[in-house]
Protein backbone atom coordinates (compact mmCIF):
# COMPACT_ATOMS: atom_id res chain seq x y z
CA UNK A 1 0.00 0.00 0.00
CA UNK A 2 0.64 3.43 -0.45
CA UNK A 3 2.67 4.87 2.21
CA UNK A 4 -0.25 7.69 3.27
CA UNK A 5 1.52 8.91 6.48
CA UNK A 6 1.18 12.41 6.91
CA UNK A 7 3.89 14.66 5.50
CA UNK A 8 5.05 18.38 6.76
CA UNK A 9 6.76 21.25 5.45
CA UNK A 10 10.28 21.42 4.64
CA UNK A 11 10.50 24.83 6.83
CA UNK A 12 9.62 23.18 9.76
CA UNK A 13 12.01 19.92 9.05
CA UNK A 14 14.55 21.16 12.47
CA UNK A 15 16.22 18.72 14.15
CA UNK A 16 14.26 18.23 17.51
CA UNK A 17 16.83 16.36 18.82
CA UNK A 18 18.19 17.57 22.84
CA UNK A 19 21.30 19.05 21.95
CA UNK A 20 24.27 17.79 23.97
CA UNK A 21 25.02 20.62 26.28
CA UNK A 22 21.16 20.43 26.95
CA UNK A 23 21.55 16.75 27.88
CA UNK A 24 24.41 17.44 29.73
CA UNK A 25 22.74 20.12 32.33
CA UNK A 26 19.05 17.55 32.49
CA UNK A 27 21.52 14.91 33.51
CA UNK A 28 23.13 16.83 36.34
CA UNK A 29 20.50 18.25 37.55
CA UNK A 30 18.52 14.64 37.63
CA UNK A 31 21.40 13.61 39.47
CA UNK A 32 20.58 16.78 42.05
CA UNK A 33 24.25 18.45 41.81
CA UNK A 34 24.36 21.74 42.72
CA UNK A 35 24.33 23.84 39.81
CA UNK A 36 24.80 27.59 39.46
CA UNK A 37 22.76 28.80 36.37
CA UNK A 38 24.54 31.73 35.01
CA UNK A 39 21.67 32.21 32.21
CA UNK A 40 18.90 33.01 33.42
CA UNK A 41 17.76 36.05 32.04
CA UNK A 42 13.84 35.78 32.43
CA UNK A 43 13.40 39.18 34.89
CA UNK A 44 10.61 37.35 36.64
CA UNK A 45 12.48 34.71 37.83
CA UNK A 46 15.31 36.72 38.92
CA UNK A 47 14.36 38.00 42.39
CA UNK A 48 13.08 41.72 41.57
CA UNK A 49 10.58 43.22 43.13
CA UNK A 50 7.37 44.01 41.15
CA UNK A 51 4.33 45.97 42.36
CA UNK A 52 1.59 43.25 41.75
CA UNK A 53 -1.15 45.65 42.58
CA UNK A 54 0.12 48.51 39.77
CA UNK A 55 0.77 45.33 37.23
CA UNK A 56 -2.29 44.06 38.21
CA UNK A 57 -5.11 45.91 38.63
CA UNK A 58 -5.53 47.49 35.49
CA UNK A 59 -5.74 44.22 33.91
CA UNK A 60 -9.42 44.39 35.49
CA UNK A 61 -10.64 47.67 33.65
CA UNK A 62 -14.26 47.19 32.58
CA UNK A 63 -13.61 48.85 29.00
CA UNK A 64 -11.88 45.39 28.09
CA UNK A 65 -15.31 44.17 28.07
CA UNK A 66 -15.88 45.83 24.82
CA UNK A 67 -14.36 44.29 21.67
CA UNK A 68 -13.39 47.01 19.54
CA UNK A 69 -10.53 46.46 17.68
CA UNK A 70 -8.12 48.66 15.94
CA UNK A 71 -5.28 46.43 13.91
CA UNK A 72 -2.91 49.08 14.65
CA UNK A 73 -3.74 49.12 18.40
CA UNK A 74 -5.84 50.96 20.86
CA UNK A 75 -4.67 54.79 20.27
CA UNK A 76 -4.45 55.05 23.98
CA UNK A 77 -1.73 52.46 24.23
CA UNK A 78 -0.18 54.04 21.31
CA UNK A 79 -0.17 57.20 22.43
CA UNK A 80 1.44 56.05 25.72
CA UNK A 81 3.91 54.52 23.53
CA UNK A 82 4.55 57.86 21.84
CA UNK A 83 5.12 59.44 25.04
CA UNK A 84 7.86 56.51 26.11
CA UNK A 85 9.46 58.26 22.94
CA UNK A 86 9.51 61.59 23.85
CA UNK A 87 11.02 60.62 27.05
CA UNK A 88 13.88 59.36 24.87
CA UNK A 89 13.97 62.79 22.67
CA UNK A 90 12.14 61.36 19.89
CA UNK A 91 8.57 62.25 18.57
CA UNK A 92 6.96 59.47 17.32
CA UNK A 93 3.48 59.63 15.67
CA UNK A 94 0.83 57.33 17.69
CA UNK A 95 -0.60 56.36 13.82
CA UNK A 96 3.14 55.37 13.14
CA UNK A 97 2.76 53.09 15.36
CA UNK A 98 1.15 49.05 15.15
CA UNK A 99 1.51 47.45 18.71
CA UNK A 100 2.40 43.53 18.24
CA UNK A 101 2.11 40.77 20.68
CA UNK A 102 6.15 41.11 21.08
CA UNK A 103 8.84 42.14 19.65
CA UNK A 104 9.40 38.82 17.65
CA UNK A 105 5.71 39.08 16.28
CA UNK A 106 6.60 42.70 15.19
CA UNK A 107 10.10 40.51 13.32
CA UNK A 108 7.61 38.67 11.88
CA UNK A 109 5.42 41.15 10.52
CA UNK A 110 8.30 42.93 9.15
CA UNK A 111 9.64 39.74 6.97
CA UNK A 112 6.17 39.30 5.63
CA UNK A 113 6.12 43.57 4.63
CA UNK A 114 9.48 43.20 2.75
CA UNK A 115 10.17 39.73 2.00
CA UNK A 116 9.39 37.10 -0.66
CA UNK A 117 9.97 33.53 -0.29
CA UNK A 118 13.68 33.32 -0.38
CA UNK A 119 14.45 37.02 0.18
CA UNK A 120 17.73 37.73 2.07
CA UNK A 121 17.91 39.88 5.56
CA UNK A 122 20.93 40.95 6.91
CA UNK A 123 21.58 40.80 10.50
CA UNK A 124 24.80 41.09 12.79
CA UNK A 125 26.68 38.14 13.75
CA UNK A 126 27.52 37.57 17.24
CA UNK A 127 23.55 37.99 17.47
CA UNK A 128 20.19 36.82 19.02
CA UNK A 129 19.91 33.47 17.72
CA UNK A 130 15.63 33.33 17.89
CA UNK A 131 16.46 35.07 14.13
CA UNK A 132 17.16 32.15 12.43
CA UNK A 133 13.96 30.49 13.53
CA UNK A 134 12.03 33.91 13.15
CA UNK A 135 13.15 34.06 9.38
CA UNK A 136 12.92 30.76 8.63
CA UNK A 137 9.22 30.15 9.41
CA UNK A 138 8.83 33.00 7.26
CA UNK A 139 10.83 31.70 4.43
CA UNK A 140 13.60 34.25 4.62
CA UNK A 141 16.99 33.47 4.62
CA UNK A 142 19.18 35.54 7.17
CA UNK A 143 22.63 36.39 5.92
CA UNK A 144 25.25 37.68 8.99
CA UNK A 145 27.16 40.25 8.76
CA UNK A 146 30.27 40.26 11.43
CA UNK A 147 30.53 42.39 14.24
CA UNK A 148 34.38 42.10 14.99
CA UNK A 149 35.61 43.21 18.42
CA UNK A 150 38.81 45.74 18.72
CA UNK A 151 38.23 47.16 22.28
CA UNK A 152 34.86 47.25 21.41
CA UNK A 153 32.64 45.97 19.07
CA UNK A 154 32.28 47.57 15.53
CA UNK A 155 30.39 46.67 12.55
CA UNK A 156 32.37 45.43 9.99
CA UNK A 157 31.07 47.50 6.79
CA UNK A 158 33.17 46.19 3.88
CA UNK A 159 31.94 43.41 5.22
CA UNK A 160 28.34 44.03 5.39
CA UNK A 161 28.36 45.50 1.82
CA UNK A 162 30.12 42.38 0.15
CA UNK A 163 27.15 40.46 1.39
CA UNK A 164 24.37 42.69 -0.20
CA UNK A 165 22.64 40.51 -2.86
CA UNK A 166 19.96 41.53 -5.39
CA UNK A 167 17.80 39.73 -2.65
CA UNK A 168 18.66 41.88 0.22
CA UNK A 169 15.43 43.32 1.72
CA UNK A 170 16.53 45.15 5.31
CA UNK A 171 19.62 45.58 7.64
CA UNK A 172 18.68 44.55 10.93
CA UNK A 173 20.37 46.27 14.38
CA UNK A 174 20.13 45.49 17.58
CA UNK A 175 21.06 48.69 19.84
CA UNK A 176 22.04 47.63 21.79
CA UNK A 177 22.89 44.26 20.84
CA UNK A 178 22.29 40.61 22.81
CA UNK A 179 24.55 39.52 23.96
CA UNK A 180 27.89 41.72 22.84
CA UNK A 181 26.52 45.34 24.43
CA UNK A 182 27.42 46.83 21.07
CA UNK A 183 25.44 50.27 20.80
CA UNK A 184 25.21 52.15 17.51
CA UNK A 185 26.86 54.99 17.31
CA UNK A 186 26.01 57.86 15.46
CA UNK A 187 28.87 57.23 12.77
CA UNK A 188 27.52 53.75 12.15
CA UNK A 189 23.79 54.78 12.28
CA UNK A 190 24.58 57.26 9.43
CA UNK A 191 26.74 54.67 7.57
CA UNK A 192 24.41 52.20 7.98
CA UNK A 193 21.43 54.34 6.73
CA UNK A 194 23.88 55.40 3.38
CA UNK A 195 24.14 51.96 2.73
CA UNK A 196 20.09 51.53 3.15
CA UNK A 197 19.38 54.46 0.84
CA UNK A 198 22.19 52.79 -1.92
CA UNK A 199 20.41 49.60 -2.01
CA UNK A 200 17.14 50.33 -1.68
CA UNK A 201 16.73 48.48 1.54
CA UNK A 202 15.18 49.24 4.68
CA UNK A 203 16.83 49.46 8.23
CA UNK A 204 14.95 47.38 11.06
CA UNK A 205 15.93 48.64 14.76
CA UNK A 206 15.90 46.32 17.82
CA UNK A 207 15.98 48.52 20.67
CA UNK A 208 14.49 46.24 23.60
CA UNK A 209 17.47 46.83 25.69
CA UNK A 210 17.67 50.88 25.07
CA UNK A 211 16.94 51.26 28.64
CA UNK A 212 19.70 49.47 30.06
CA UNK A 213 22.91 51.28 29.30
CA UNK A 214 26.29 50.77 30.82
CA UNK A 215 27.39 53.62 33.49
CA UNK A 216 28.41 56.82 31.78
CA UNK A 217 26.95 55.36 28.04
CA UNK A 218 24.77 57.17 26.90
CA UNK A 219 22.35 55.37 23.85
CA UNK A 220 19.80 57.50 20.93
CA UNK A 221 17.13 55.82 19.86
CA UNK A 222 16.98 55.80 16.14
CA UNK A 223 13.41 57.52 16.90
CA UNK A 224 15.24 60.29 17.32
CA UNK A 225 16.32 62.99 14.35
CA UNK A 226 15.78 62.45 10.42
CA UNK A 227 14.64 59.97 8.72
CA UNK A 228 16.16 59.04 4.87
CA UNK A 229 15.39 55.75 4.49
CA UNK A 230 12.27 53.39 5.26
CA UNK A 231 13.03 52.48 9.39
CA UNK A 232 11.25 50.63 11.75
CA UNK A 233 11.71 50.48 15.07
CA UNK A 234 10.85 47.61 17.19
CA UNK A 235 10.53 47.18 21.28
CA UNK A 236 8.36 46.09 24.25
CA UNK A 237 7.55 45.32 27.60
CA UNK A 238 9.90 42.24 28.04
CA UNK A 239 12.56 44.37 28.98
CA UNK A 240 11.36 47.87 29.47
CA UNK A 241 9.16 46.84 32.12
CA UNK A 242 10.48 43.44 32.84
CA UNK A 243 6.77 42.27 31.83
CA UNK A 244 7.90 39.19 29.14
CA UNK A 245 4.32 37.87 30.10
CA UNK A 246 2.46 40.66 28.84
CA UNK A 247 3.18 40.10 25.65
CA UNK A 248 2.98 43.59 24.02
CA UNK A 249 5.44 45.12 22.06
CA UNK A 250 5.23 47.45 19.05
CA UNK A 251 6.32 48.72 15.41
CA UNK A 252 7.66 52.55 14.83
CA UNK A 253 7.33 53.37 11.60
CA UNK A 254 9.39 56.00 10.43
CA UNK A 255 10.41 57.44 6.49
CA UNK A 256 9.61 60.26 3.98
CA UNK A 257 5.52 60.40 3.77
CA UNK A 258 4.86 58.16 0.65
CA UNK A 259 7.20 55.14 2.01
CA UNK A 260 5.84 55.59 5.50
CA UNK A 261 1.89 55.61 4.53
CA UNK A 262 2.69 52.42 2.14
CA UNK A 263 4.49 50.64 4.58
CA UNK A 264 1.52 51.27 7.42
CA UNK A 265 -1.09 50.33 4.59
CA UNK A 266 0.53 47.71 4.33
CA UNK A 267 1.42 46.31 8.57
CA UNK A 268 -2.03 47.03 9.07
CA UNK A 269 -3.40 44.34 6.75
CA UNK A 270 -1.42 41.97 8.55
CA UNK A 271 -2.18 42.90 11.83
CA UNK A 272 -6.20 43.06 10.79
CA UNK A 273 -5.64 39.30 9.21
CA UNK A 274 -4.36 38.47 13.61
CA UNK A 275 -5.88 41.21 15.68
CA UNK A 276 -3.59 39.29 17.96
CA UNK A 277 -3.40 41.68 20.61
CA UNK A 278 -5.82 41.76 23.93
CA UNK A 279 -7.77 44.46 25.17
CA UNK A 280 -6.95 43.69 29.11
CA UNK A 281 -3.41 44.67 28.07
CA UNK A 282 -3.48 47.11 25.61
CA UNK A 283 -5.70 49.06 28.25
CA UNK A 284 -2.89 48.21 31.07
CA UNK A 285 0.10 49.53 29.14
CA UNK A 286 0.02 53.09 29.87
CA UNK A 287 -0.04 52.04 33.33
CA UNK A 288 3.09 49.64 33.38
CA UNK A 289 4.81 51.82 30.85
CA UNK A 290 4.27 54.74 33.38
CA UNK A 291 5.61 52.44 36.16
CA UNK A 292 8.66 50.48 34.55
CA UNK A 293 11.19 53.05 36.44
CA UNK A 294 10.91 51.00 38.81
CA UNK A 295 11.91 47.96 37.80
CA UNK A 296 14.52 49.44 35.59
CA UNK A 297 16.10 51.08 38.68
CA UNK A 298 16.86 47.51 40.25
CA UNK A 299 17.78 45.89 37.11
CA UNK A 300 20.26 48.95 36.10
CA UNK A 301 21.74 48.07 39.72
CA UNK A 302 22.28 44.28 39.26
CA UNK A 303 23.70 44.49 35.94
CA UNK A 304 26.34 47.53 37.92
CA UNK A 305 27.27 45.12 40.47
CA UNK A 306 27.43 41.82 38.67
CA UNK A 307 29.36 43.55 35.90
CA UNK A 308 31.62 44.57 39.21
CA UNK A 309 31.69 41.21 40.45
CA UNK A 310 33.22 40.15 36.88
CA UNK A 311 35.85 42.49 37.43
CA UNK A 312 37.07 42.20 40.22
CA UNK A 313 37.52 38.42 39.43
CA UNK A 314 39.41 39.44 36.42
CA UNK A 315 42.18 41.33 38.46
CA UNK A 316 42.69 39.83 41.53
CA UNK A 317 43.09 36.13 39.73
CA UNK A 318 46.20 38.19 37.67
CA UNK A 319 47.27 37.59 34.37
CA UNK A 320 47.98 33.90 34.66
CA UNK A 321 43.77 33.22 34.80
CA UNK A 322 42.22 36.59 34.09
CA UNK A 323 39.32 36.73 33.02
CA UNK A 324 38.29 39.50 30.47
CA UNK A 325 34.86 41.46 30.01
CA UNK A 326 34.87 42.62 26.59
CA UNK A 327 34.15 46.10 26.09
CA UNK A 328 30.18 46.82 25.78
CA UNK A 329 27.47 49.88 26.20
CA UNK A 330 24.91 48.24 27.38
CA UNK A 331 21.79 45.24 27.94
CA UNK A 332 21.74 41.90 30.10
CA UNK A 333 24.34 39.84 29.00
CA UNK A 334 28.12 39.89 29.03
CA UNK A 335 30.57 38.53 27.04
CA UNK A 336 33.70 36.80 29.21
CA UNK A 337 37.17 35.82 27.44
CA UNK A 338 38.18 32.99 29.27
CA UNK A 339 41.99 32.78 29.71
CA UNK A 340 42.88 28.97 28.45
CA UNK A 341 41.69 27.91 25.28
CA UNK A 342 40.15 24.87 25.41
CA UNK A 343 38.02 25.36 28.95
CA UNK A 344 34.66 24.21 27.12
CA UNK A 345 31.22 25.08 28.66
CA UNK A 346 30.76 20.64 28.78
CA UNK A 347 33.95 21.38 31.36
CA UNK A 348 32.15 23.84 33.22
CA UNK A 349 29.45 22.18 33.62
CA UNK A 350 30.65 18.60 34.74
CA UNK A 351 33.57 19.56 36.69
CA UNK A 352 32.80 23.18 38.41
CA UNK A 353 28.85 22.98 38.30
CA UNK A 354 28.52 26.53 36.62
CA UNK A 355 25.80 27.21 33.48
CA UNK A 356 27.02 29.09 31.21
CA UNK A 357 26.35 29.65 27.21
CA UNK A 358 28.78 29.02 25.00
CA UNK A 359 29.73 31.73 22.55
CA UNK A 360 28.70 29.70 19.72
CA UNK A 361 25.64 29.99 20.88
CA UNK A 362 25.27 33.31 19.55
CA UNK A 363 27.65 32.80 16.60
CA UNK A 364 30.87 33.40 18.18
CA UNK A 365 33.60 31.48 16.48
CA UNK A 366 36.29 32.05 19.39
CA UNK A 367 35.92 28.89 21.83
CA UNK A 368 37.12 30.49 24.81
CA UNK A 369 34.22 33.44 24.93
CA UNK A 370 31.38 32.66 26.95
CA UNK A 371 28.14 34.54 27.95
CA UNK A 372 26.63 35.29 31.01
CA UNK A 373 23.39 36.70 32.32
CA UNK A 374 23.84 40.05 34.13
CA UNK A 375 20.61 39.68 35.68
CA UNK A 376 21.16 36.82 37.86
CA UNK A 377 21.14 37.33 41.79
CA UNK A 378 23.69 38.40 42.55
CA UNK A 379 24.94 36.53 44.90
CA UNK A 380 24.47 33.53 42.71
CA UNK A 381 26.26 35.07 40.15
CA UNK A 382 29.30 35.60 42.85
CA UNK A 383 29.68 31.82 43.10
CA UNK A 384 29.25 31.03 39.66
CA UNK A 385 31.97 33.84 38.61
CA UNK A 386 34.34 32.36 41.65
CA UNK A 387 34.07 28.77 40.35
CA UNK A 388 34.81 30.25 36.77
CA UNK A 389 37.84 31.81 38.14
CA UNK A 390 38.78 28.58 40.01
CA UNK A 391 37.98 26.25 37.15
CA UNK A 392 40.74 28.77 34.71
CA UNK A 393 43.52 28.40 37.14
CA UNK A 394 43.06 24.78 37.65
CA UNK A 395 42.24 23.72 33.82
CA UNK A 396 44.51 22.02 32.28
CA UNK A 397 44.90 21.66 28.65
CA UNK A 398 46.01 18.89 27.80
CA UNK A 399 43.21 16.85 29.57
CA UNK A 400 40.54 18.02 27.81
CA UNK A 401 42.34 16.56 24.91
CA UNK A 402 41.84 12.88 26.13
CA UNK A 403 37.92 13.99 26.88
CA UNK A 404 35.26 14.44 24.26
CA UNK A 405 33.30 16.90 26.98
CA UNK A 406 33.77 20.23 25.03
CA UNK A 407 30.06 20.55 24.46
C1 LIG B 1 17.46 41.36 21.03
C2 LIG B 1 16.14 40.78 21.38
N1 LIG B 1 15.06 41.07 20.64
C3 LIG B 1 13.85 40.58 20.93
C4 LIG B 1 13.67 39.74 22.00
C5 LIG B 1 12.31 39.18 22.26
O1 LIG B 1 11.49 40.10 22.83
P1 LIG B 1 9.92 39.79 22.93
O2 LIG B 1 9.71 39.11 24.23
O3 LIG B 1 9.31 41.16 22.88
O4 LIG B 1 9.56 38.97 21.76
C6 LIG B 1 14.75 39.40 22.81
C7 LIG B 1 14.59 38.49 23.95
O5 LIG B 1 15.48 38.20 24.70
C8 LIG B 1 16.02 39.93 22.48
O6 LIG B 1 17.10 39.59 23.20
Excluded at 159 to 178: G, Y
Excluded at 213 to 226: I, K, T
Excluded at 237 to 251: D, E, R, T, Y
Aim: proline letters at 6%; glycine letters at 8%; hydrophobic letters at 40%.
Amino acid sequence: MEDVSQRFSSRTGWDLGESAFAKAIRRARAEGRDLIDLTVSNPTACGFEYDAEAILAPLSDPHALLYDPDPRGMRSAREAVADYYASHDAQVDPDALILTTSTSEGYGYLFRLLCDAGDEILVAQPSYPLFEFLAEIEDVRLQPYPLFYDFGWWIDFAELKRRISKKTRAIVVVHPNNPTGHGTGLAERMQLEKLCQTYGLALIVDEVFLDYPYRDVSLRSFAQGSHPVLTFVLSGMSKIAGLPQMKVGWIATFAGERDRSEALARLEVIADTFLSMNAPAQLALPGWLAGRAKIQRQILERVSANLNEIRSCGIESGPESGIEPLEADGGWSSVLRLPRIGLGTGDLLEKHGVIVHPGSFYGMAESERIVVSLIVEPKIFAVGMRRIREASRVFDPREAMDTTKTL
